[in-house]
């Protein structure tokens, strides 16, 4: 019999095999165990080992838990007995979950205690008297039984806690296998709610096997990989998972479980509903819309309406189901998914109506979408969408996979409806802005064109389609110009107008960045974002309303009480909850001094400017977040007049917080990019725009505008954009003397200078 470390360093076994060999081993093990713990005790029949919880239903992965119960019948030495047998299994290091109890105690606590009760349904005897276990096992599930109900009620309020905690596997781009929506957790909850006597539908028991399956191949996999206990695929190791798991990709990895994730948690919803049906429910048919009727609470086809003469009724009973936040019958779906013809070109008459009904119902939408999408009437309506379905996105923004940020997007933009004169062209936009994303090539460009045929099809007007075609191919526009550009120089403003054309495209942009950034990820949308974006918006419509674009560059930095503090011609450093201002003589380096001891403090930079004036002072400004919460100013201010009057080792204490530094988690499954300088001499009116990407390092800002400085150039302006581990800083630079850089070979002097900087030294 191989032992536990012999079953898992065996790489041919994997998933459910892996498991229920490895369950194998450790029965043979624990037998042994237990037979040596009672090997001298008179009373040994009775005592009996079950295995429960995954261990039970023979689910061991490489660093699960083993959960186990020893039953006793007034075993006087019963907690030595147990220590000889925990103590060898704790000197391995396998972490164990152990009770020891007599049948009555059980049995009761299983009446009370829900995570009791269901860790025994699916126990199973490992040594010991075999008969005593089993008939513990038969009077726990009879308990289990008999409360039926009230365990159902809980049980369902566990899982939506889990839902709220976990998110969901099938749409997250790291989920938690276990616990997240459509999880092996919810396929653990099936198994007990039928036992509790709700039932599955015909066909999904199968379904659900073959789900668990598929979870356990991964599941089994990321524990190998890591080495320790964790539930949770990241991004930075799912190649490696794929690899052990047996698939050719990691892209073909996360759209399997996207596929059983979302097929877990559409099973598992129809259950629960069946738990808690509509209060409101009624047997007697209620006309909804042609074709369409409500019975029991659930959106129902009549009987007699023909699904293959008519395409719109999809919509119809898509459109009802959101409103009233039903669910679509399953028979129904059926009948669609059966007869419903793939839709012609050009659509009927009123379908991109519906279609735009549909997607203003925001939220609600979503679980219709993801209903029709199961059973692939989606692409019958729009062929396009197959390749966004269940894709994942391999960078550190996004928290969905493709389609479901599209989703999200779409609900988030139809909150912000009434800001705009078009909400029908602004769910559109947000429908569409990635859709190019499933096709290779830049998605941007590759989703205008596919725009150009999905608007004809949809028998949109030529101005309608440019406008949707515009919010696609600009729909990152605002976003990147107003956290990377500087917002005071006229060339910026000028150049969005241009692009745009009209304050109505501005204003649907406007909603969509918004839309998109919180349907992106946490990281996406700020506070700080916002607030840069609105003022490049304001700036953009004063001048699409036939404004100067002279009239509205009026300086963010610095404002009047920093000039002030400027005449005085002595270092001062102001402070505020999240960012901090340095006023100074104008020397080479003060910026990058700045930021090296910022680096020092441990905080993160989000953005910074710089002015400097004739008098030969100058000033810079630092938004900066910290990874610990609150900042404390005290010792930063202090390092920071060190720095500015040269009493400070800031290149040592640098390399020594380098050195030490614990690297921080990769957030993509893509390696950055090889470092670059990029210039661009017509995005500014009056300096040189410079962008660097770089790998995140302690000290990065540092160096990079140390290398600056050190070429004679004037930094007038930063934005610093961290990309997971990547970091994109874009730079407004002059001559010592305040003009452009126009000579090439001082410009590739200038790359020279930061790619050292930035490099592995």
Partial sequence: MPTRADVIADLSLRGTALCHALSDATDEWLTQLFREATASVKKADDMVLIAVGGYGRKELAPQSDLDVLLVHRGVKDISEIASRMWYPVWDTGVKLGHSVRTPKETIQLCASDLDTATSLVTARVIAGNAALGEEVISATNESWKKRGREWLVELHARVLDRYNKDGEVAFLLEPNLKEGMGGLRDIHALHWAVRAGLDLLPGDAGQLERCNDVLLNVRVALHRHIGRPTEVLRLEDQRAVAQLAGFESDDALMASVAEVGRRVAWIADEVWARLDPPADRSSIPQPLAPGVQLINGEVHLTNDVDVADDPTLLLRVATAAARLGARIDRTSLDRLAQQLPIWPDPWPAGASDDVV??????????????????????????????????????????????????????????????????????VLGALFHDIGKGYPGDHTEVGVDMFAVIGQRMGMSSADQSI????????????????????????????????????????????????????????????????????LVDRVRHVLGGGDVAEVMWRLFPDAAVLELMATGEIAIRTQPDRVTVVSPDRPGTFSKVAGVLAL??????????????????????????????????????????????????????????????????????????????????????????????????GVLHRITKAIADLGLDIRHARVLTLGNEVVDAFYVRESGGGRITDDVYKKEISRAILFAVSDK
């Fill in 601 to 698: 403090s441990g905080l993160d930079v989000l953005g910074a400017e710089a002015h400097s004036d004739e008098q030969g002072m100058a000033a810079s400004e630092f938004r900066v977040s910290s990874p610990h919460g609150d900042i404390d100013w005290t010792p930063i201010v202090s390092n920071l007049n060190l720095a500015l009057t040269g009493r400070l080792a800031l290149e040592s204490r640098l390399a020594d917080r380098a050195a030490t530094a614990r690297p921080r988690r990769a957030q993509s499954a893509v390696a950055p990019a090889e470092p670059s300088v990029r210039f661009d001499d017509a995005a500014s009116s009056n300096a040189t725009f410079l962008e660097v990407r770089a790998p995140d390092t302690v």
């Fill in 468 to 535: 949707v075609s515009s919010l696609i191919e600009h729909h990152l526009l605002l976003a990147d110009t107003a956290t990377r550009r500087d917002l005071s120089d006229d060339a910026t403003i000028s150049m969005v107008a241009d692009k745009l054309g009209s304050v109505v495209v501005l204003d649907l942009l406007h909603a969509l960045t918004e839309a998109d950034s919180l349907a992106t990820g946490p990281s996406a949308w700020s506070e700080w974002k916002a607030e840069l974006i609105t003022l």
């Fill in 357 to 426: 009904a549909l997607l203003l119902e925001g939220e609600a939408a979503i679980p219709v979408l993801e209903s029709l999408d199961q059973r692939n009437l989606l692409v019958r309506v729009l062929p396009e969408w197959a390749p966004v379905r269940s894709k994942p996105q391999r960078n550190a923004f996004h928290r969905y996979t493709v389609d479901r940020h599209l989703w999200q997007t779409v609900a988030n933009a139809s909150a912000l409806a009434e800001r705009v004169s078009r909400p029908d062209l602004l």
